[in-house]
């Protein structure tokens, strides 16, 4: 019994410390953050520009912004949508400044042109990972708008919560639906145009 | 008919965010009663089930040791300099107000001196301005000195390091 309430007071006291610690700007906290989400953050930015070298300056550029804003960062917020929300506006200025032809010309659908640039081929990644269901599934992720990557690499991937998605993209709740169900049909699509018949693969395990 | 057939559309409408789990109650409820009526609707929601499955199963790729231990060397040097900079500003901060307050303190104090204490130990101070002026011009040019030695002192150590 008490053992569990021992276990129950150690958990948000846990969180709270973290927190605190990366407001005094404890290099031990920031540290500790970045072995816990340096494999997740790194996914999550290859999905967005899909180059290795890029995503390895955006890393670099994530951990710098965050030990820069660390003494801001406010304790109500969630560490992981917090994060995430830096990675990804690094990401997205990133691609801006690639291509950045009419990007700031909103479209009808109120999305920027930058957050809608359809992603390379993700060959590169699709050599690495080798399986080919997999590597087929990867393609398809790269090709989507970077608007839709994002949404289905948090949702599935990072299996965040709507809320936090919506925290991380700054947008609604209401929005997040949407954007996830265009991405899935949008997904959708592009596996049954990838397969001959227009079928989906089985993607159960073999 | 007309009833059945806006059933199967708003249920093939719903599978995508059924598996992103972004229904409310109602509607997952609305849509399982349509899968166990409707065996089309089944299998294309097993299909989306699939493709569910196999996102989240996708392999992560692994940030490489180097580029991690570059930025946890860069995060740390970052950090450590704010921290000394801080540092230094407060001392900054605290050796002013200790330097005005001395200097404010002294005026008080040489008058008690000059005056009460002086007399009872019979000392007389006849430039009491020209004293006050030369002990404050000399206590800041002895500050001055100290913060160019340290501040000497202290790029001499970084640049050892």
């Given at each position: 019994?008490?053992?569990?309430?021992?276990?129950?007071?150690?958990?948000?006291?846990?969180?709270?410390?973290?927190?605190?610690?990366?407001?005094?700007?404890?290099?031990?906290?920031?540290?500790?953050?970045?072995?816990?989400?340096?494999?997740?953050?790194?996914?999550?930015?290859?999905?967005?520009?899909?180059?290795?070298?890029?995503?390895?300056?955006?890393?670099?550029?994530?951990?710098?912004?965050?030990?820069?804003?660390?003494?801001?960062?406010?304790?109500?917020?969630?560490?992981?949508?917090?994060?995430?929300s830096?990675?990804?506006?690094?990401?997205?200025?990133?691609?801006?400044?690639?291509?950045?032809?009419?990007?700031?010309?909103?479209?009808?659908?109120?999305?920027?042109?930058?957050?809608?640039i359809?992603?390379?081929?993700?060959?590169?990644?699709?050599?690495?990972?080798?399986?080919?269901?997999?590597?087929?599934?990867?393609?398809?992720?790269?090709?989507?708008?970077s608007?839709?990557?994002?949404?289905?690499?948090?949702?599935?991937?990072?299996?965040?919560?709507?809320?936090?998605?919506?925290?991380?993209?700054?947008?609604?709740?209401?929005?997040?639906?949407?954007?996830?169900?265009?991405?899935?049909?949008?997904?959708?699509?592009?596996?049954?145009h990838?397969?001959?018949?227009?079928?989906?693969p089985?993607?159960?395990?073999? | 008919?007309?009833?059945?057939?806006?059933?199967?559309?708003?249920?093939?409408?719903?599978?995508?965010?059924?598996?992103a789990?972004?229904?409310?109650?109602?509607?997952?409820?609305?849509?399982?009663?349509?899968?166990?009526?409707?065996?089309?609707?089944?299998?294309?929601?097993?299909?989306?089930?699939?493709?569910?499955?196999?996102?989240?199963?996708?392999?992560?790729?692994?940030?490489?040791?180097?580029?991690?231990?570059?930025?946890?060397?860069?995060?740390?040097?970052?950090?450590?300099?704010?921290?000394?900079?801080?540092?230094?500003?407060?001392?900054?901060?605290?050796?002013?107000?200790?330097?005005?307050?001395?200097?404010?303190?002294?005026?008080?104090?040489?008058?008690?001196?000059?005056?009460?204490?002086?007399s009872?130990?019979?000392?007389?101070?006849?430039?009491?301005?020209?004293?006050?002026?030369?002990?404050?011009?000399?206590?800041?040019?002895?500050?001055?000195?100290?913060?160019?030695?340290?501040?000497?002192?202290?790029?001499?150590?970084?640049?050892?390091?």
């Open positions: 019994m008490i053992g569990h309430a021992a276990l129950a007071w150690e958990g948000p006291v846990a969180v709270d410390t973290e927190a605190v610690r990366l407001r005094r700007g404890d290099p031990q906290a920031l540290v500790s953050l970045l072995e816990r989400y340096q494999h997740r953050l790194y996914r999550f930015l290859m999905r967005m520009v899909h180059e290795p070298a890029t995503a390895e300056d955006l890393f670099q550029m994530t951990w710098m912004r965050v030990a820069e804003n660390c003494r801001r960062f406010d304790p109500n917020r969630g560490i992981e949508p917090w994060l995430f830096i990675a990804r506006n690094l990401a997205i200025d990133y691609l801006r400044r690639a291509r950045p032809e009419s990007l700031d010309e909103p479209l009808p659908s109120g999305d920027s042109r930058a957050e809608m359809a992603g390379k081929q993700a060959s590169a990644l699709e050599m690495m990972m080798g399986e080919q269901r997999t590597s087929r599934l990867i393609g398809a992720i790269g090709e989507l708008p608007i839709y990557c994002e949404v289905i690499t948090l949702r599935f991937e990072e299996e965040m919560k709507l809320e936090e998605i919506a925290e991380v993209l700054d947008i609604p709740l209401s929005t997040v639906k949407t954007r996830l169900r265009r991405a899935l049909d949008a997904l959708r699509g592009k596996l049954e990838r397969l001959p018949g227009g079928e989906l089985g993607w159960g395990p073999q | 008919m007309n009833r059945k057939f806006t059933e199967h559309e708003i249920s093939r409408e719903r599978m995508a965010l059924a598996v789990g972004a229904l409310d109650e109602n509607e997952e409820r609305e849509l399982t009663a349509h899968l166990s009526a409707c065996n089309d609707c089944a299998v294309e929601f097993d299909r989306w089930r699939e493709l569910a499955g196999a996102m989240r199963r996708l392999p992560t790729p692994q940030a490489p040791p180097a580029m991690v231990e570059r930025a946890r060397t860069r995060m740390v040097a970052h950090l450590m300099a704010r921290t000394e900079q801080r540092a230094n500003h407060r001392a900054m901060a605290w050796l002013l107000l200790f330097a005005w307050t001395t200097t404010l303190a002294t005026w008080p104090i040489l008058r008690f001196v000059s005056s009460g204490l002086a009872f130990l019979d000392v007389s101070f006849q430039h009491t301005w020209h004293a006050l002026i030369a002990y404050t011009v000399l206590s800041w040019i002895a500050a001055a000195a100290i913060a160019a030695v340290l501040g000497l002192q202290h790029r001499r150590e970084r640049s050892l390091a």
